[in-house]
């Protein structure tokens, strides 16, 4: 959206609805907001006081609306903005998860399945490793009539996606931070496909790190398939991540975790991987899924011994996370 555009609508909204539209109000106040914003438009700009008036107007009524309650819980503006949903800090350590669309309610439920099933199934030491399903309930917009399912999620605070660790190490990251993000994903598949869940979706906004205790918690499990199947579908932008199996709609297994885990392993490294695990790293990216490993536990203790070669018995080493 244009800043000129963006002026004359907000100039010309009268209600919430005119502003914000109906179907994806999140949407449209994140496309005001990057059009309006002061930093992004030029200081010499004919309309920056116009585009400074517009912005303060959008912000103030979206903090406005936004704050509302849905099951008890009150809402602000949304803290974090994943694949198909925005996500609400409600306080305690959760976050209230209300999909953009209802067409998004199917995945929303996969997503409590697969929870409901590590929690049932999962080894209770390794729980933390994935995001705790508080509560699910649906809620109907009183607007448009649209019915949406909305979960609660409690997990950890102070993570950080693997998007978010590239960024900060732009030229790849060491392989001896590298490892423990890599073993502990390892560990969270491990959990996840004894419990017969399989992901579906490891990509980088999915694995959050927390750096100061070499914390891992693999969310987002709107695409996972439990007790065998199909990956439900693709996470835009990320198509190319994908084994072939998965494009192809055809079953997935614990492989297909091991393959797009890997990528985003040698993805973060970058040109500084190593040999010994960009080799080790070919066998979990075979083409064919019987091909690959399928037991992330044997992996990791495969994982291991390429380790231990390459620096010796393990210890802590202390990661920070610039901007």
Do not use: Q
């Not at 010499?44 to 912005?55: G, I, K, L, M, P």
């Not at 419990?195 to 499990?221: F, K, N, R, S, T």
Request: aromatic share 8%.
């Amino acid at each position: 959206m244009r800043t000129a555009e963006a002026i004359r609508l907000v100039a010309a909204a009268r209600t919430d609805a005119d502003l914000f539209g109906a179907d994806e109000p999140a949407r449209r106040y994140r496309e005001l907001v990057a059009a309006l914003h002061p930093d992004r438009v030029p200081a010499d700009s004919a309309v920056r006081a116009e585009a400074t008036d517009a912005f303060v107007r959008v912000t103030t009524r979206w903090r406005a609306r936004r704050v509302t309650v849905l099951g008890g819980y009150r809402l602000g503006a949304p803290a974090y903005s994943g694949d198909l949903a925005d996500l609400y800090d409600v306080g305690a350590g959760r976050l209230l998860k209300l999909p953009r669309r209802p067409t998004d309610n199917d995945l929303m439920a996969r997503e409590a399945h697969a929870l409901r099933a590590l929690a049932e199934r999962g080894d209770p030491r390794y729980l933390p490793y994935v995001p705790r399903l508080v509560e699910e309930f649906p809620h109907r917009d009183p607007d448009t009539g649209a019915e949406r399912r909305i979960t609660v999620l409690a997990t950890a605070p102070g993570l950080h996606d693997l998007t978010a660790v590239r960024r900060a190490y732009p030229d790849g990251l060491d392989a001896r931070d590298a490892a423990w993000m890599w073993r502990r994903l390892l560990v969270a598949l491990g959990l996840a496909h004894r419990a017969g869940v399989v992901h579906g979706a490891v990509l980088p906004p999915h694995v959050l790190i927390e750096p100061d205790g070499h914390g891992v918690v693999l969310v987002d499990w709107c695409f996972s398939v439990v007790d065998g199947g199909a990956v439900p579908a693709l996470v835009p932008g990320h198509e190319d991540w994908y084994p072939a199996e998965v494009v192809a709609k055809r079953p997935c297994g614990p492989g297909t975790d091991i393959a797009m885990a890997t990528r985003c392993m040698t993805w973060l490294m970058g040109p500084r991987a190593p040999r010994e695990l960009l080799a080790f790293a070919r066998g979990c990216l075979r083409p064919a899924l019987n091909a690959r490993p399928g037991d992330a536990w044997r992996l990791l203790r495969e994982l291991d011994e390429v380790l231990d070669r390459l620096y010796g018995p393990r210890t802590f080493r202390p990661f920070t996370l610039t901007p």
